[in-house]
């Protein structure tokens, strides 16, 4: 016995029996643990894009959330998820089936959906999707040490931001300066087509011969007849066409019905009763409002020097167009839409205004660029204004001009930019095109980030 307990023959056959367990367990480790990463990558990839598919711009689920007045769980979106994650893990089994090894086809076999839970919030502005999984694997080796299973659990977040509702009430400058040519060329045009032209003692006109009988027949001395004549583009055309270009700008940019609608407005038909008038009515039809924008003309006048040709109440005009603007909102929902005043303008105003002028009055007669007090009282209501200034030109020819807009030319953009909310003020030189300058304005609002609480 002495010598059988000293003899070393056969160590390494028992060392070697001893040791195959834990051997044989640390591969099995790596080989189910592989399986286990491969596993929580599937459903990585069935989770992210569940949660991408369920809010995705098109989605049922959007809609639905975009319909809600309220914040909430968003019953669609969910369901959509949960539909989308069961059809990916499917779709998987399905592929290796017909593609892999047996080995594979036991992989999927081996898999036990222990937890799918979504879920899918509307919270202000954005729409939160959640998805949280959690799987068990039978294991294949490390049953040898007693482990027959291993959890793998995740899970996948995304967030949608809903684009604003916005209403954009258009205040459209149709006013006897809007009748001067659009651009320098067209000026100088202007100039040479009424060189011998007689309009109330002026010749050489581009300035203040814009007479429109109120029978709709074009004065021959008029700015608006020469234009017609000569070919000649007068800044209400252009503006009549900005507009028509922006509504198209607005359906092409718009990811929910009625999202943007639009009213739009000028200083009145006829010099003989200027205010406020109602072109197109707020609505979310933006055909509607391209149709009648098309037929947006320069504002009647019965003759030469009409009531002292105060006709650009900015004062009145602004105040009435915030009468016509509701409760402000915040953007989130349909009922709850953003409201923008779109102000089109070269921003001289001239009207009975015997106090407060800010420039020099010709008796009660003012002439001033624009009072921003209207534009601060519309925008202390939350009200944002967006300003197209159309550039004041010089018109060093004439008198008028020269005597009363002149002295603050200077001042006539500034004022403009002062009225307009921060960030929201575009101004076009006549090097430039207005229909351009309306739909690059409008995208500056639509997608500036903006605070929702």
């Not at 651009?183 to 006109?205: H, L, P, Y």
């Not at 001009?401 to 953009?413: A, E, L």
Request: charged share 25%; aromatic share 8%; glycine share 8%.
């Amino acid at each position: 016995m002495k010598t059988f307990f000293s003899d070393r023959a056969g160590n390494f056959g028992i060392l070697g029996a001893i040791a195959i367990v834990p051997i044989l367990g640390a591969a099995g480790m790596a080989v189910d643990f592989s399986r286990a990463m491969e596993l929580r990558s599937r459903l990585q990839i069935a989770a992210d894009g569940a949660v991408l598919a369920a809010i995705s711009e098109k989605s049922a689920g959007v809609t639905q959330a975009v319909g809600m007045t309220n914040d909430g769980r968003v019953s669609i979106s969910e369901a959509e998820a949960k539909f989308f994650f069961d059809a990916q893990m499917e779709a998987k089994k399905k592929s290796t089936k017909e593609h892999g090894t047996d080995s594979e086809d036991n992989f999927s076999q081996d898999v036990k959906l222990d937890l799918v839970q979504v879920k899918v919030t509307k919270a202000g502005k954005d729409i939160k999707a959640n998805l949280t999984y959690q799987a068990t694997l039978k294991t294949s080796f490390l049953r040898v040490l007693g482990k027959d299973s291993i959890t793998v659990s995740g899970s996948a977040n995304a967030v949608f931001q809903s684009e604003s509702f916005m209403d954009f009430y258009l205040l459209l400058d149709n006013t006897p300066s809007m009748g001067v040519a659009s651009t320098t060329a067209d000026i100088e045009k202007m100039i040479k087509a009424t060189k011998n032209v007689s309009d109330s003692g002026s010749r050489n006109c581009a300035f203040a011969c814009h007479i429109v009988s109120e029978k709709g027949v074009v004065d021959t001395g008029s700015n608006y007849a020469v234009a017609k004549a000569n070919g000649i583009s007068i800044r209400i055309d252009a503006v009549a066409k900005a507009v028509v270009e922006l509504t198209k700008e607005a359906e092409a940019q718009q990811s929910y019905p009625d999202q943007f609608r639009m009213a739009t407005y000028t200083f009145g038909e006829t010099a003989m009763d200027t205010k406020l008038f109602k072109v197109e009515g707020l609505t979310g039809d933006l055909s509607k409002v391209k149709k009648t924008a098309e037929g947006i003309k320069l504002m009647s006048i019965p003759k030469q020097g009409y009531n002292n040709d105060q006709q650009t109440d900015f004062d009145n005009a602004l105040k009435k167009i915030g009468d016509e603007i509701t409760a402000v909102g915040t953007g989130l929902t349909a009922t709850s839409p953003e409201k923008f005043v779109f102000f089109v303008s070269d921003g001289v105003g001239d009207s009975y205004k015997p106090k407060g002028c800010t420039a020099k009055l010709s008796g009660s007669r003012c002439q001033e660029p624009i009072d921003t007090k209207s534009c601060t009282a519309l925008k202390a209501r939350g009200i944002k204004i967006a300003v197209l200034y159309t550039t004041y030109l010089p018109l060093p020819n004439n008198d008028w001009y020269n005597q009363w807009i002149k002295p603050f030319q200077t001042t006539i953009g500034t004022k403009m930019q002062e009225c307009a909310s921060p960030g929201f003020y575009f101004e076009v030189p006549p090097s430039q095109n207005l229909e351009g300058a309306m739909k690059i304005l409008f995208n500056k609002v639509v997608h500036t980030p903006r605070l929702t609480s």
